[in-house]
Every structure is written in structure tokens, then in C-alpha cells.
């Protein structure tokens, strides 16, 4: 991708002059707004929206308008410079339909109040119903802070089709791809968090059509799966403590249950991904939000945020470890992918100890993982290397907090004492959110948000930053 996709991003006088341009030059390519009142939990009462449509808008490959939902004149600080105008013709000349929520300044608009709407705002949309609104895309749907823009899209990645084999028909690799919601023209840098989806993006065989389609691509919001299947509110709330965010495709670009070696059995990747596949995504997609960052305002400053097999992959970031397999793969090489701190929820970060408890949640990766890697105890090595604790060596890993419930998966809890054990001998800072909610779940409650928010500016955003 070439830098000057982001040079709209500048913070210069002819940027400001560019912008001013592309407001007056979109104004005829958007259909006459419609307004009306939306319920808000975080003021407890109703706020007034305006529904903007583009006359070209972006449409999902359902066919389905790409949406976003523009909270403004909030009492959190605005980063970006841009007046709300400007950003909002901004987003309708890029194809949104955009929905302006006006909080009129409420002092609850701040974090983690915020985070109440943002959770009805993705389960409204997610259930077909959201401002009047019936058809918004169910996986290209965006909250943004006021001040806020996306680069939608930014591939991170080139995927090897050999690795997990399937479809049979997909031969040419695709392109792993990540959103970046980032303040425009921004007084200061900001840090970033960057998630890995626990939804999956893959290729899709239509048999009907006789070839590959879009139908499974860029689903890393899907919001069946994700923020409206969890109330994941954490990533969209980010700008509310001054930092922007990130979301990736899965390292697994590939249906979460199938998955094969070549010649190998059907489905013997069910519940997992492997090495040096997963661990090069991961570090170019790091490499890439960095690079491409320096132009979006961004100040070099990467968390990680994970959940579940995005925890699994996330985790991949947080070593220090170097092992040039990894490393010299994809795009943006040289470019350090060291990331400042992260916080994971349940997942699985050493193979080698999944059958310390039989029948404790784990049965695919017991069944399945030798049909891989060999015997365990054949090829320990080998599956040593598979998970991120290999790439832990020294203190230099990240600062990292870990989450979860204790009546989640028992599999689960042992991954992370294991894990979090050796991060503390090593003198690596870490701290722990438990029982926080029940199940496999996401943390919801404005305490345990704050102290995600908390642990997270202490390492990106330090005093007198």
C-alpha cells in the first residue's frame, strides 16, 4: 500500500486545505438527511440522531449499506482537529451511511459510561433494528468517536492457501486485511490497541457459481460473533482514554473448524492454528500498523487486546524471543513488531499442556494436534514452538493482564496460570481481572473496564505524555 493512501491524514496546511476541498466537492453526492430521537442508556433519556445516506454508498457483499455510527459533542476531549462537518463529509464521500448521535455535551459522556451505548448500539444493529434503520451490514458497521475516521481494509498480509488447505478450489493466497479507526489530523501521536478477531475471514467456493466469492471475507466484526455476541464494547471505547484502535483478520484465515495439512486428515486444524503460519501474520500485521501509523498520527505505541482465539493469536506479540522463521515473512520487514502491553483473555498459549486434565474442555486439541505435529512426547519441540509461551524468554516480553472467569473452561484457567507463572518469574508486570462475568464472556462493567483502560495508559500512555 502506498503512503500516499494515507496523506489525507497529514497534519499540514495543505491537508487542512485538501479537506476543505473534499467537503465542498462531496456535498452533491449525499442523499437529504432524516432525523429523530434514539434512546440512550448513558444520558437516560433520548438523544437526537441524523441519518445521512451517500448517493454511491459501499455496500456489504449482501448488499447491505456500510454504516457508522458518529458519536458527537461529547464531553470527552476531541483529539482529532477536524470539525465534526468536515469528518462527516469526509465519511459520506468514502460511500458510509452515517448516523450522527448528538449527546449535547452529557457529563456522562465519558468512559466507561460510554461503553453502555456503544453495546446497545452494535445489538440494535445486530438484531435489524437501530435508529429507524433495518438493513445496516451485520459485519461492516463502525462506532467512531467524533474526530474519528477508518482506513478500512489495510492489508496486513499475503495468506499461503497450502497451509490449512481448504477450500480445494482456493489456490491463489488472498490478502489479510484490518480496520484502523485513528483521530484525524490529531493534536499529538496517540497509541493504539490492536485485536485480533475471534471471528474468522476465509475463502469461499460458491458450487453454484463455479468460483471463489467475497462471502466470507473481512468478517473480523461480524457482530453475530463478536461485539454484539459478547457486548465487546473494549476496542470501540478506546478513544474515550485518547487512544485509537485496530482490528485484524484472524491468523487462521479459514472456516474455525476445518482445516487441514497437506495430505493429511479432514478437519485435523478443527480449534486451532499453527506455526510459522499464525506467528508471521501476527508480527507483520504489527509491522504494518506501525508503519502505516506514522502517517495517521499514530505514536508508535502498540497495545495488543485478546479474547479467545484471538487471545490465542494475540499472545503470539507479546514475547521477545526471535526466531527468524517468524520474523522474516510478509510485509514491511526491519519495522519492529514489539508491542508495549497487552491484556488476553482465555486461550491457548502452550500446546504442550493440553492433556495435563483429560475432558476439561480441550478434546479437539487432544484429539487433533497429533494428527499434525506427531506424538508429544515424539515431537515435543515441535509443539513447544507451536505456542507463544516459546516466545517468551526474558523480562523484555510485555507487560500483560490476563482475564476470565473461573467457571469458564477449565483448560482455560490452567493455560493462563501456567503462562502468567512464568511471566512473573521472569519479572515481567503483570496483573489479573477475574470472575469479572461468568463463562466464556468479555469483561462488561464499567470497573473492570476502567482497570483494562488503566492498565493500558499506564504502558502507552505515561504521565505527561
Keep these: 500500500m502506498k503512503n500516499s493512501d494515507f496523506r489525507h491524514t497529514k497534519r499540514t496546511a495543505s491537508y487542512r486545505l485538501a479537506t476543505l476541498l473534499l467537503v465542498l466537492l462531496a456535498l452533491p453526492f449525499w442523499a437529504a438527511a432524516s432525523t429523530g430521537k434514539w434512546t440512550s442508556q448513558v444520558t437516560g433519556g433520548e438523544i437526537s440522531y441524523t441519518v445521512t445516506n451517500p448517493k454511491s454508498p ?57 461503553n453502555k451505548d456503544i453495546i446497545a448500539i452494535n445489538d440494535s444493529i445486530g438484531s435489524g433494528s437501530f435508529c429507524g434503520l433495518t438493513d445496516c451490514s451485520h459485519y461492516r458497521s463502525y462506532v467512531l468517536f467524533e474526530g474519528y475516521r477508518i482506513a478500512r481494509d489495510v492489508p496486513y498480509f499475503v495468506d499461503d492457501p497450502t497451509v490449512y488447505n481448504t477450500p480445494t478450489e482456493y489456490t491463489v493466497g488472498d490478502s489479510l486485511r484490518m480496520d484502523i479507526v485513528y483521530p484525524a489530523n490529531p493534536k499529538e501521536p496517540v497509541s493504539v490497541i490492536l485485536s485480533f478477531s475471534y471471528s474468522n475471514s476465509y475463502a469461499t467456493w460458491d458450487s453454484n457459481k463455479k468460483k471463489l466469492t467475497a462471502a466470507n471475507q473481512n468478517l473480523r466484526l461480524k457482530l453475530d460473533y463478536t461485539l454484539a455476541g459478547f457486548n465487546d464494547s473494549f476496542l470501540e471505547g478506546a478513544p474515550a482514554n485518547g487512544m485509537a484502535w485496530a482490528i485484524a483478520d484472524h491468523p487462521k484465515y479459514c472456516s474455525w473448524g476445518k482445516g487441514k495439512p497437506a495430505d493429511g486428515p479432514n478437519d485435523a486444524y478443527k480449534s486451532y492454528e499453527t506455526n510459522p503460519d499464525a506467528a508471521q501474520k501476527v508480527k507483520s500485521a504489527i509491522r504494518t500498523l506501525r508503519f502505516l501509523g506514522d502517517e495517521m498520527g499514530l505514536s508508535g505505541k502498540i497495545g495488543v487486546f485478546g479474547f479467545s482465539r484471538g487471545s490465542t493469536a494475540g499472545s503470539m506479540a507479546i514475547g521477545d524471543r526471535k526466531v527468524p522463521e517468524f520474523e522474516n515473512a510478509g510485509f514491511h520487514q526491519g519495522i519492529s513488531d514489539d508491542v508495549q502491553v497487552a491484556a488476553l483473555g482465555p486461550g491457548v498459549f502452550d500446546y504442550t499442556q493440553i492433556y495435563n486434565a483429560i475432558d476439561d474442555g480441550d478434546k479437539n486439541l487432544e484429539a487433533r494436534c497429533p494428527w499434525v505435529w506427531g506424538p508429544l512426547d515424539e515431537n515435543y519441540e515441535r509443539w513447544k514452538s507451536m505456542g507463544s509461551e516459546f516466545l517468551v524468554e526474558t ?56 482497570k483494562l483502560y488503566n492498565f493500558f495508559s499506564q504502558y502507552l500512555n505515561p504521565p505527561g505524555h
Design 58 to 114: 459501499k455496500l456489504d457483499f449482501y448488499g447491505s449499506p456500510m454504516t457508522v455510527v458518529y458519536l458527537e459533542n461529547l464531553v470527552v476531549p476531541k483529539i482529532g482537529q477536524n470539525s465534526n462537518p468536515e469528518n462527516v463529509a469526509w465519511l459520506l464521500a468514502q460511500g458510509y451511511r452515517v448516523v450522527e448521535l448528538d449527546y449535547a455535551h452529557d457529563s456522562n459522556t465519558v468512559s466507561p459510561l460510554i
Design 395 to 450: 523480562a523484555a516480553t510485555a507487560p500483560t493482564l490476563f482475564f476470565y472467569n473461573t467457571d469458564d473452561e477449565i483448560y482455560y484457567q490452567d493455560q493462563i496460570a501456567r503462562f502468567q507463572n512464568k511471566l512473573k518469574k521472569l519479572g515481567v508486570p503483570t496483573e489479573s481481572l477475574v470472575d469479572y462475568g461468568h463463562g466464556h464472556s468479555l469483561p462488561q462493567d464499567g470497573g473492570s473496564l476502567t
